[in-house]
């Protein structure tokens, strides 16, 4: 059983169809408690840093994910947002503290030339060959971005993937159990799903 | 490098078949003569195989009552499509923005809305994030010359100047324009490139430009003098026996940066 955390914070119905499609057993979880019980957590996100921590707080998710996550040690997919709330801090409109997973900040894009913020659309990413969750796709696949704030890693060996937008970009975190991506796998047709499939069958 | 992007565009209007009501998918010309084409979720799922990067779906009748046949287009097409999907036409409210999010869009465009109160695009960029709020401007050329705003699907002039509601609507929180020129709409004879290229210059967030598209060439000219970040296409992509993949490879060959597919 997989879960996905539902805080109020974006669509969560694409993750749910997109983990289906690839034979996942899916369960929406409104409640923490419901988090002692599956096998593997999804936290997806859309929208505002603070309104997500916010939101976890006051559901009372972040006690029940600290023990899932780093008590447990259950997989756990962070996505977009979902995976910004996994740095220690984030400068989106102030300054708000995060899980504090990963030692990173969450800062602005800020292309070195004239690219549109936010980046939106699909760009290819380049991972590191050693990734399970990146395991049996081509070299430089495209993935869906939609975001103008990105996670910018204190600690290289986090770092799973990068894209180029105007300089480097951390576009996905592995560290142990935890693996997070800042663009949208549920959004990015057949590479996306490959990576939610190697999500279900990644045991760290 | 960032791709630019080729979105088909769905436009529906409802239909009574027998005492059901369902979603149709239609093309038009300068928003008039109106030709049936067939049902908005299997044309959505050939987009999909043709790796289209998005996809539009607006629905045209939207002052009417037929929002509950809709939400089951889009929560249809989010079953089966892995692709970002925006939906727009008659979202007036901050519960219609949800409504639609939590069915499976990811995006959603106002127009007329944002026209009547600006404050819309605040406030659901506020609660949604800027980046699922798209500013739809359907713009036509007065016979001074000048360019128009018009709303209402095309029936109500308004005094905004489509540039200028642009930088306004992007400062109000709008993270994507989406710019249609009426008077190319299904006109097949290529894109506003004028219109487009002052938008890009002036706004610092993604351009999806339409209207006009009849020929790749076309798509080519709106990425290269409109400098537009995505294309959008109705007619073009219904009718002609071109796709999304053959007009992609001749978008590539113009040195253009999108995606192919495999």
């Not at chain 1, 996905?4 to 057993?25: P, R």
């Not at chain 1, 996505?79 to 900040?105: H, K, N, P, T, V």
């Not at chain 2, 059901?20 to 093309?27: C, F, G, I, K, N």
């Not at chain 2, 995505?230 to 007009?247: I, L, P, R, W």
Request: aromatic fraction near 8%; include cysteine; hydrophobic fraction near 40%.
């Amino acid at each position: 059983m997989i879960g996905i955390v539902d805080y109020g914070m974006g669509n969560l119905l694409s993750v749910y169809n997109a983990l289906e499609m690839v034979g996942a057993d899916v369960q929406l979880c409104p409640e923490p408690k419901q988090l002692q019980t599956v096998e593997r957590i999804v936290l997806p996100g859309v929208g505002a840093f603070r309104d997500c921590m916010v939101n976890l707080k006051k559901k009372g998710f972040v006690e029940a994910l600290e023990d899932a996550v780093l008590g447990k040690s259950k997989p756990i997919l962070g996505i977009c947002l979902g995976m910004q709330a996994m740095a220690r801090r984030s400068f989106e409109g102030g300054e708000y503290q995060g899980l504090g997973w990963i030692d990173a900040d969450v800062v602005r894009l800020q292309p070195n030339d004239s690219l549109r913020v936010p980046q939106i659309g699909w760009n290819d990413i380049i991972y590191q060959l050693d990734s399970p969750l990146f395991s049996s796709l081509p070299p430089a696949p495209d993935f869906y971005f939609v975001h103008s704030y990105y996670m910018k890693c204190h600690n290289e060996i986090n770092v799973d993937a990068t894209c180029d937008y105007g300089g480097l970009v951390t576009v996905a975190i592995r560290k142990g159990n935890i693996f997070a991506t800042q663009f949208h796998p549920e959004k990015s047709q057949e590479y996306g799903l490959k990576i939610l499939e190697n999500f279900l069958q990644w045991n760290p | 490098m960032l791709k630019r992007r080729l979105i088909p565009k769905l436009q529906m209007k409802a239909r009574h078949i027998g005492r059901s009501e369902r979603m149709v998918l239609v093309a038009t010309i300068q928003f008039d003569e109106v030709v049936d084409i067939g049902d908005p979720v299997s044309q959505a799922k050939i987009y999909e195989a043709q790796a289209a990067d998005e996809l539009i779906f607006l629905d045209l009748d939207a002052s009417l009552e037929n929002r509950e046949t809709r939400v089951d287009v889009v929560r249809k097409a989010a079953e089966e499509i892995f692709m970002p999907i925006t939906v727009g036409g008659g979202v007036r409210t901050i519960a219609d923005f949800r409504r639609l999010l939590s069915n499976g869009a990811d995006k959603i465009s106002v127009n007329t809305a944002a026209v009547k109160t600006p404050d819309l695009i605040e406030r659901a960029s506020d609660t949604f994030g800027a980046q699922c709020v798209v500013l739809s401007i359907d713009y036509r050329q007065a016979k001074d010359g000048e360019y128009y705003v018009w709303i209402e699907g095309g029936r109500v002039k308004t005094s905004l100047n489509p540039v200028d509601w642009a930088i306004a609507g992007e400062r109000r929180g709008a993270g994507e324009i989406l710019l249609t020129s009426i008077d190319r709409d299904g006109t097949r004879r290529g894109l506003d490139l004028e219109i487009t290229r002052r938008v890009a210059e002036n706004v610092s967030i993604p351009v999806i430009t339409s209207g006009g598209c009849g020929a790749a060439s076309h798509f080519v000219e709106g990425f290269l003098a409109g400098k537009a970040d995505a294309v959008s296409a109705g007619t073009y992509f219904c009718f002609k026996d071109e796709n999304t993949m053959q007009t992609r490879a001749q978008v590539k060959n113009a040195g253009i940066p999108i995606r192919l597919h495999r």
